[in-house]
């Protein structure tokens, strides 16, 4: 069997491009041959990796729809394919894609990358993306022979927007590796990792922080790591200042060692976002086995069923709350939701049970299984 996928490699496109690659060494190492096809790299750029197939087209003309005319000629130079997969929508190689695998007669798969969250829509050129959508985007959806989601709310935001064809939840895939650093004092950390922007909510920890006052006085530190908005971490900073917080610190950026080592020293890890389609931040805090706190804005309801961490509202006072109850956890039982959070990654999470998932919806496609459990249909006779 061989895929052929639209997106890119380059590490500037943060998420999606890492998902697309650990996606595609998984199934490739299951015997799925899985090609990518990507604009030209520019000067900035840089590849994950390279020990997939990847084939290159020229620079788009343009930089917001990225349309090249070659791209249409890129995709047949690539070979015949069974299946045709476009990484993220609203770009042109996703509609270049839909047209060449019409062309053929073959079966394509739309990967929203959740650019289909209303919050999304709004957060840029809504009105074009409506209207994309009724001209065009919403029947390509719909005449895929199915589309790829990550969580089970990204799903109902496609059917609210009118999208009736199967749709597969499959998550994204990790990296599952051993990181020998462990918390080496007493000290209650809690962290937060990423970029700093007000949509991240970071605020939200200072002032439950606040809040918390006695509790947190003493041996206890909240731990941001990560830069980004200058004039947002000013605000932090300021925040901390006039509350009169003293046991707040930044790292700014940091990675390699010293962020394994800041990662280590973390007793809970939040992420007080309103909305994320994933959540790679409370990826990197199961599978360095560190207890989690998400907000439902973010498709994190495993943390309740694998007992891991904890699942709010998005609200000040939830959030403070569960900062509160981590608090009163202990040691040993923080060290316990540790444990099952890594085993909730490699059961779920891992690059070779996502490459399952992806090749048992591949064998579906093509008529060769019955319809696996995690794909969604409308109408029934679809099933197996």
């Given at each position: 069997m061989k895929?052929?996928?639209?997106?890119?490699?380059?590490?500037?496109?943060?998420?999606?491009?890492?998902?697309?690659?650990?996606?595609?060494?998984?199934?490739?190492?299951?015997?799925?041959e899985t090609h990518v096809l990507m604009y030209a790299l520019g000067k900035e750029g840089k590849l994950i990796g390279n020990d997939v197939p990847i084939h290159f087209a020229s620079?788009?003309?343009?930089?917001?729809?990225?349309?090249?005319?070659?791209?249409?000629?890129?995709?047949?130079?690539?070979?015949?394919?069974?299946?045709?997969?476009?990484?993220?929508?609203?770009?042109?190689?996703?509609?270049?894609?839909?047209?060449?695998?019409?062309?053929?007669?073959?079966?394509y798969i739309l990967t929203p990358r959740g650019m289909l969250y209303p919050q999304d829509i709004a957060k840029s050129k809504?009105?074009?993306?409506?209207?994309?959508?009724?001209?065009?985007?919403?029947?390509?959806l719909n005449q895929a022979a199915c589309v790829h989601v990550t969580?089970?709310?990204?799903?109902?935001?496609?059917?609210?927007?009118?999208?009736?064809?199967?749709?597969?939840?499959?998550?994204?895939?990790?990296?599952?590796?051993?990181?020998?650093?462990?918390?080496?004092?007493?000290?209650?950390r809690l962290g937060y990792l990423g970029r700093i922007s007000r949509r991240k909510n970071v605020e939200g920890l200072i002032y439950a922080w606040s809040e918390l006052g006695d509790k947190v006085k003493e041996n206890a530190e909240l731990l941001i790591i990560g830069g980004g908005d200058e004039d947002y971490m000013d605000f932090l900073k300021k925040e901390v200042s006039r509350l009169?917080?003293?046991?707040?610190?930044?790292?700014?950026?940091?990675?390699?060692?010293?962020k394994?080592?800041?990662?280590?020293?973390l007793s809970v890890l939040a992420m007080p976002s309103e909305f994320e389609n994933f959540g790679n931040v409370i990826v990197e805090g199961l599978v360095r086995g560190i207890p989690c706190i998400a907000t439902t804005g973010a498709p994190w309801k495993d943390l309740v069923d694998y007992r891991c961490g904890w699942w709010v509202k998005y609200s000040q006072k939830a959030i403070t709350e569960a900062i509160k109850f981590a608090l009163e956890t202990s040691s040993d039982n923080l060290h316990d939701m540790g444990i099952r959070g890594k085993q909730l990654m490699k059961d779920k999470y891992s690059i070779e049970a996502v490459a399952k998932q992806m090749k048992?919806?591949?064998?579906?496609?093509?008529?060769?299984?019955?319809?696996?459990?995690?794909?969604?249909?409308l109408n029934p006779e679809m099933g197996g």
């Amino acid at each position: 069997m061989k895929v052929l996928y639209t997106g890119t490699l380059d590490v500037n496109f943060g998420g999606p491009a890492f998902s697309t690659y650990n996606t595609m060494r998984g199934l490739n190492d299951i015997g799925i041959e899985t090609h990518v096809l990507m604009y030209a790299l520019g000067k900035e750029g840089k590849l994950i990796g390279n020990d997939v197939p990847i084939h290159f087209a020229s620079q788009p003309l343009e930089h917001i729809f990225a349309y090249s005319p070659f791209f249409k000629k890129a995709i047949k130079k690539c070979g015949d394919f069974d299946i045709y997969q476009a990484q993220g929508i609203w770009l042109y190689h996703s509609f270049a894609l839909v047209d060449v695998a019409k062309s053929l007669g073959k079966p394509y798969i739309l990967t929203p990358r959740g650019m289909l969250y209303p919050q999304d829509i709004a957060k840029s050129k809504p009105k074009i993306k409506k209207m994309f959508l009724r001209w065009r985007l919403l029947k390509d959806l719909n005449q895929a022979a199915c589309v790829h989601v990550t969580c089970e709310d990204e799903m109902n935001h496609c059917r609210n927007l009118g999208v009736t064809t199967p749709i597969a939840i499959v998550p994204n895939p990790v990296e599952i590796k051993d990181y020998p650093n462990a918390k080496k004092d007493d000290v209650f950390r809690l962290g937060y990792l990423g970029r700093i922007s007000r949509r991240k909510n970071v605020e939200g920890l200072i002032y439950a922080w606040s809040e918390l006052g006695d509790k947190v006085k003493e041996n206890a530190e909240l731990l941001i790591i990560g830069g980004g908005d200058e004039d947002y971490m000013d605000f932090l900073k300021k925040e901390v200042s006039r509350l009169n917080l003293e046991n707040i610190r930044f790292t700014g950026f940091i990675s390699g060692k010293e962020k394994e080592d800041a990662l280590a020293s973390l007793s809970v890890l939040a992420m007080p976002s309103e909305f994320e389609n994933f959540g790679n931040v409370i990826v990197e805090g199961l599978v360095r086995g560190i207890p989690c706190i998400a907000t439902t804005g973010a498709p994190w309801k495993d943390l309740v069923d694998y007992r891991c961490g904890w699942w709010v509202k998005y609200s000040q006072k939830a959030i403070t709350e569960a900062i509160k109850f981590a608090l009163e956890t202990s040691s040993d039982n923080l060290h316990d939701m540790g444990i099952r959070g890594k085993q909730l990654m490699k059961d779920k999470y891992s690059i070779e049970a996502v490459a399952k998932q992806m090749k048992e919806m591949y064998e579906w496609i093509l008529h060769k299984r019955t319809k696996p459990s995690f794909i969604y249909t409308l109408n029934p006779e679809m099933g197996g």
